[in-house]
């Protein structure tokens, strides 16, 4: 299986940056997308960005004038630098891989444990 592993949550004022990194391990055929998705209190869980193998990025409406997605393929790692946060940005963030472990595996998602982001004074 792929295993992915998150870290660089925390807690920061609003305005202020943060940046996540996802590394994925184990057994990895392909990786064929990496993004990032958040999970806020009472709400269901929302894709933040992501960037397929050939560089393609997406993000959501309230996020792409500020957040940027990276990816290191050398690494298997993606970024996700966060600027000008705002408390609507506190969610548990989680780290998902689209991916197949072995050539004859099928593709499928793979989900990191998350990482709390909480913007506040």
């Known amino acids: 299986q792929v295993q992915l592993a998150e870290s660089g949550g925390g807690l920061v004022q609003p305005g202020g940056s943060l940046r996540l990194s996802c590394g994925a391990s184990?057994?990895?055929?392909?990786?064929?997308?990496m993004g990032w998705y958040r999970q806020a209190p009472g709400k269901e869980r929302e894709l933040v960005a992501r960037?397929?193998?050939?560089?393609?990025?997406n993000y959501a409406d309230s996020v792409k004038d500020r957040f940027t997605i990276s990816r290191v393929n050398a690494k298997n790692t993606v970024d996700l630098q966060m600027n000008s946060l705002k408390p609507e940005d506190t969610a548990v963030y989680s780290c998902?891989?689209?991916?197949?472990?072995?050539?004859?595996?099928?593709?499928?998602?793979?989900w990191g444990k998350g990482t709390l982001v909480t913007v506040s004074d």
């Open positions: 184990g057994s990895i055929f392909r990786i064929y997308a």
């Open positions: 998902n891989a689209d991916a197949r472990a072995a050539p004859t595996a099928s593709r499928m998602d793979y």
């Open positions: 960037i397929t193998f050939d560089g393609s990025t």
